[in-house]
Nanobody, 123 residues
Framework: VQLQAFGGGLVQAGGSLRLSCAAS????????MGWFRQAPAKEREFVGFISWSGGITYYADSVKGRFTVSRDNAKNTVYLQMNSLKPEDTAVYYC?????????????????WGQGTEVTVSS
């Protein structure tokens, strides 16, 4: 299984970016796809996840109302739409796949990871 995240870049505060995560090598029929981020010298942090069906989403409080996770199963792709970006959103963003039937915000429960894409929000 390979996950490839892309779409990061430099954006001004208040701006928007959309990250994509393309999965190949396996079609997931259970579990969830999650987004995490890691800023320099900080722990990896949960951002949001979406169930395989797309019917369940969950977000960290820090991004709720600004970020939206969606998926297109026909394309095996998950998206993270980020609006109203703040400098504190600056981080490397990772997509990850969990095949567990239990939805989780803990990165240890995710078995497959993309390589990360860097997002920088300038003030």
């Amino acid at each position: 299984v390979q996950l490839q995240a892309f779409g990061g870049g430099l954006v001004q505060a208040g701006g928007s970016l959309r990250l994509s995560c393309a999965a190949s090598g396996r079609t997931f029929r259970s579990g969830a796809m999650g987004w995490f981020r890691q800023a320099p010298a900080k722990e990896r942090e949960f951002v949001g996840f979406i169930s395989w069906s797309g019917g369940i989403t969950y977000y960290a409080d820090s991004v709720k109302g600004r970020f939206t996770v969606s998926r297109d199963n026909a394309k095996n792709t998950v998206y993270l739409q980020m609006n109203s970006l703040k400098p504190e959103d600056t981080a490397v963003y990772y997509c990850a796949a969990s095949i567990s039937s239990r939805y989780s915000t803990n990165y240890v429960d995710y078995s497959y990871w993309g390589q990360g894409t860097e997002v920088t929000v300038s003030s």
